[in-house]
């Protein structure tokens, strides 16, 4: 987690505003840094508020460190120390060599769905509470914990400002980010030698990471974010060739082919450049509707299954019996937080009674409404390849153990998650 910024060193000096010639009381000398600061948040304000078409906001921005090695132990993991700090694979992004990074604030950072994620961000000379000068950068968030929208290292902090400390408002946008070009997109294993786990950071991408899976001898797996830019899977142990596929916040793919010969393979191994096949991005995923058919990939691989009126995941085939219908109360796009309607191929509705799960009746009713949660806590829509909790009535999760469905799981992980495919 990034550390609180530095304390503005000597007088908090603040420009002019637009509407006055004269620096307001609040920050003339002896105003001190929290009056300056508060007058700040009333004209700049802060949170990512829309600024037009553009998608541009508006925020505030402080300076983090000026240490070279900040970013280790940084919360997305992309220079773990485990693993070399800077020297690791995952490091390998031009942002994080040239110091062109920031940790960002919880709403920006989103339980770690910003990480690796890159924006514009800029200064227009407007006041701050440090003299400075108009500048802009291309900066991406490899950590946590920022008391304003950026906390940025100095290098960067001084590209955008001309200064090396205090507190600026600043414009940002979300753009694609410039990768490595001598190593390409990378995975990079960070708890290895394990073959019924895995956790993994993918980097050197021009987006941040949606969804990720995991196929270990041609079968695969769902994984789930643990924490920043890590995603982990529960695995049935046995061995095969290793290969991941990434879903990026755009919609593109990533496909990691023929990464690994086998699993498992020890921690700090990755495949990147001539490591593996080249990452092909291919076109954005395909984004669901009231109406649509989809399957259901539980975390074994297999697809929720209706054989009369028995649900189960027990078999891997793409037919009829794994074809379900989102239906819900409104037309229109399958948001996370929506709740909808299964139908199977019967006609019938997926149905919860209890902790049991069925595929029992034509008509639906509170018993056959899901709650449809996005399992990356990103929210938005439901896309070809997107992770997603279903929450029966109940309250209780649907899970999946030994090939059985039930309604009767509390929490948020594999067992739980289910990836919906067109």
């Known amino acids: 987690m990034a550390a609180q910024s530095a304390a503005a060193l000597g ?29 700040l948040l009333q004209v700049h304000g802060q949170g990512h508020v829309s600024r037009g078409a553009a998608a541009s906001f508006s925020g505030l921005m402080t300076m983090w460190s000026d240490s070279p090695t900040t970013v280790v132990g940084g919360s997305c993991e992309y220079a773990n120390a485990a693993q070399g700090g800077l020297a690791s694979t995952a490091a ?32 227009d000379g407007s006041t701050a509470t440090n003299a400075g000068r108009a500048g802009s950068l291309v900066v991406q968030i490899v950590d946590s914990g920022s008391a304003k929208t950026f906390d940025c290292h100095m290098d960067a902090f001084e590209q955008i400002t001309g200064a090396r400390t205090g507190i600026f408002p600043v414009t940002y946008e979300a753009v694609d980010c410039d990768v490595s070009s001598s190593q390409g997109p990378a995975a990079t294993v960070l708890d290895g030698m394990n073959p019924w786990h895995a956790k993994v950071v993918f980097s050197n991408l021009p987006q941040s990471v949606a969804t990720a899976t995991m196929a270990v001898g041609g079968q695969p797996h769902a994984m789930y974010r643990v924490g920043g830019a890590t995603w982990s899977v529960s695995l049935p142990g046995s061995p095969g060739a290793t290969s991941f596929e990434v879903v990026l916040e755009g919609g593109a793919r990533a496909a990691f082919d023929a990464c690994f010969e086998t699993w498992p393979v020890a921690t700090g191994a990755s495949c990147a450049g001539s490591s593996a096949a080249p990452v092909a991005l291919a076109a954005p995923a395909r984004c669901f509707a009231a ?5 259901l990939r539980a975390h074994t691989g297999k697809r929720v299954t209706a054989q009369d009126e028995d649900i189960h995941a027990k078999w891997d085939h793409r037919g009829s019996p794994q074809t379900w219908t989102l239906a819900k109360d409104a037309a229109g796009e399958v948001l ?12 019938k509705h997926m149905t919860i009674r209890g902790e049991s799960v069925q595929a029992e009746d034509e008509a639906h009713d509170g018993s056959q409404r899901l709650v449809l949660e996005s399992a990356d806590g990103q929210g938005g829509r439901i896309c070809d390849g997107s992770a997603v909790y279903l929450k029966a009535p109940t309250g209780k999760r649907l899970a999946v153990r030994g090939g059985d469905v039930h309604a009767n799981s509390s929490d948020g992980g594999g067992r739980q998650r289910f990836v919906v495919e067109q």
């Open 11 to 39: 007088a908090w000096l603040c420009l002019a505003s637009a509407a006055s010639a004269a620096p307001p009381d609040a920050c003339r000398a002896g105003g001190g840094q929290g009056a300056c600061e508060n007058l």
């Open 92 to 123: 390998a992004s031009p942002y994080v060599q040239s110091r062109a990074y920031c940790a960002a604030d919880d709403a920006l950072y989103r339980s770690g769905a910003a990480c690796g994620s890159c924006y514009r961000v800029s200064y």
């Open 291 to 295: 109406g649509d058919a989809v399957y």
């Open 336 to 347: 996370s937080g929506d709740s909808v309607y299964l139908k199977a191929h019967t006609g």
